[in-house]
């Protein structure tokens, strides 16, 4: 059963009065040993200080889809500030809706939040929370999740889940469902849209006609969306090792086409469509490990790949003329058309914006020697030309050459570590450093937490 969504002016609804459906554990394939042994400690030491708490979202549905989830995150009834007192190896995440994050060795983090009444973006005051607003009961929780299949909760006390929105049945039947009303939803927060065709392009699951109409018919209001948050979500889905089938149906729904309004006329060239598909499939295969050396390609290269099949033929970028003058006069096009179609609306930082134009400069300087692989001592020795190479790797394997080899790509990191052509990348940056904190092998524990 769905819910009615919630209304549209923000305030806290009444109870939904909707029955859970109560799956046993002779019923669904979860059991307490395919958990995180960090998670179960989490939930074990939470149930032991009297609070609920429950395994939910995606580790769920991907312990049910027989897939090892990447994240296992709690909710609980225990309240931020409890769970800080209960966990002292924790730090206090967020602004609105604050999370509490719990570490443990290796660099693990283990993400406990407390049920909520509402999701973030279906709340219109900006400023304030109403008292009694943020935190909600379990039923309230699952229907401010976004997606069925993400709304359901595992229990360690009888090895149940509970599902208060069909999100097994939609399991079962290989469906994303936006949960609620979605034209409602989409409305509230389009980056939905988002999430319900990133889960579709990785299960391989089809999305419910409602869902899909919503989403066709909504696409532009993305552009309503701060560009931070889309290109965290876009980022996500071209490293997600399904970028291919990702595009895909971006294509099908109009969303690549508000994303990038320069591909809707481009993209009716057949050819175009399948050089954009095929280099995605080789980003694809780089991400998707198959040794124990993880490929990471940095931001700055998955933006430089999925602009590729635009910058080539706007630019006529292997018939240009890259000698003497040749090669400045075409940087300053690409930094400039860069500059003025993408960069803002992706919130590209400056230091990205030159790397994507360091990699596409020198490709025909390049594609010269390409052939032999006698590269001149001159080019080996500038500081952009390891990572030309890999682009130039990926971009030739697309194109029906040689497969490029992973250890080329092997060790690539989360964070961007930036060559740009005729520039050091020194300097430390201002403010306060990020990162974990740090363990010690010594006795006294955990380090840097306040």
Known sequence: MIADSADLDGEQEPSLNVHATIIEQADHPIRPGDIDREALKVLYRLRDAGFVAYLVGGGVRDLYLGKRPKDFDISTSARPGQLRRLFRNSRTIGRRFRLVQVFYRGNKIIEVSTLRSQSEYDIRDSKVLPSNN??????????????????????????????????????????????????????????????????????????????????????????????????????????SGCSRPWAEKCVQSGILFTLFPFYESLLKDD???????????????????????????????????????WVEKKFDLFNREVKGGGYRTLLMEIRTALEEIICARFNIKRSAKEAITTLYVNMPGLQLYQEKKNWPKWLKKKSYFKDCLKFSALIEEAGGGPQAARTLFAGEHKQDNVKLQGHSNGGGGRGRRGGNPVFSSQKGGVFGLR
């Open 134 to 239: 943020t935190f909600g009961t379990l039923e309230e929780d699952a229907f401010r999740r976004d997606l069925t299949i993400n709304s359901l909760f595992y229990e360690i006390e009888h090895n149940t889940i509970i599902d208060y929105v069909g999100g097994v049945a939609d399991l079962n039947n290989g469906i994303v469902r936006i949960v609620g009303d979605p034209e409602v939803r989409i409305t509230r927060d389009p980056v939905r849209m988002l999430r319900a065709v990133r889960h579709a392009a990785r299960t391989g699951f089809t999305i419910e006609d409602g869902t899909w109409q919503a989403i066709v018919a909504q696409r532009d209001k993305l552009n309503l969306c701060p560009t931070s948050r889309i290109r965290d979500e876009l980022l996500k889905d071209l490293i």
């Open 271 to 309: 050819r175009k469509k399948q050089e954009l598909y095929s280099i995605l499939d080789v980003v694809d295969r780089l991400h998707v490990a198959s040794d124990d050396r993880q490929v990471r390609l940095p931001e700055y290269m998955l933006f430089a790949a999925i602009l590729f099949p």
